[in-house]
């Protein structure tokens, strides 16, 4: 009787902290996002077939990704199918100078995580590996541009936590209702 006292005097502490732990973040909204147009989906989803091997990273960032600077983006142009016009580039900087909201419109199980979420995530690393232990990233997109008839272009990363990450600069083309990658550049590495 006094080991199954001494057990449950011992166990029942544990038990609670670690239930008190798994709610770290818990309950944090997401604002509402500001990214209304769909084709923006369309083309961010294609970024996520396109990396259909990287399912492991189960979230996307809710803040859109800042863009390129233009003479980064002209000097990589000799990589891209096809030339992307001046006016593209300035739009697509423009588009990205202010930062936006992603809504959860994504295709398949990913989750949309907030800063604030995020915020939370870094300082109680242990709890993000409980909760999310299958997860080893995140993927943050910025607003894409839509050039032409039938063209985009959008940058992406995929973040893995602490020195591991890639920035990529893409373009697609739309074939009937679907966009595909055309030119996918690693941009930077981490």
């Known amino acids: 009787m006094k080991r199954i006292a001494l057990l449950i005097l011992i166990t029942c502490p544990l038990w609670i ?16 996002g500001d990214i209304i147009q769909p084709e923006y989906y369309k083309i961010a989803n294609a970024v996520l077939r396109f990396n259909d091997n990287s399912s492991k990273y189960h979230h996307i960032g809710q803040l859109s990704d800042r863009a390129l600077d233009k003479d980064y983006i002209e000097n990589i142009q000799s990589q ?14 423009e588009v990205n100078a202010t930062k936006s909201l992603w ?17 939370c995530f870094k300082e109680n690393r242990t709890f993000y590996t409980q909760e999310y232990d299958s997860s080893s990233g995140y993927f943050r997109f910025s607003k894409p541009v839509v050039f032409g008839e039938n063209r985009a272009i959008i940058e992406y990363s995929v973040r893995c936590g602490g020195e591991c990450a890639a920035g990529f600069i893409a373009t697609f083309q739309k074939i009937g209702p679907l966009w595909y990658v055309v030119d996918n550049i690693n941009t930077w590495i981490s």
């Open 103 to 119: 809504m959860d419109q994504f295709a398949g199980s990913r989750k949309l995580i907030s800063e604030e979420e995020f915020d």
């Open 80 to 93: 891209f199918t096809a030339e992307i016009k001046s006016s593209v580039i300035d739009q697509y900087v």
């Open 17 to 32: 902290l670690s239930c008190s732990k798994s709610n770290v973040c818990d309950n944090i909204e997401i604002p509402e």
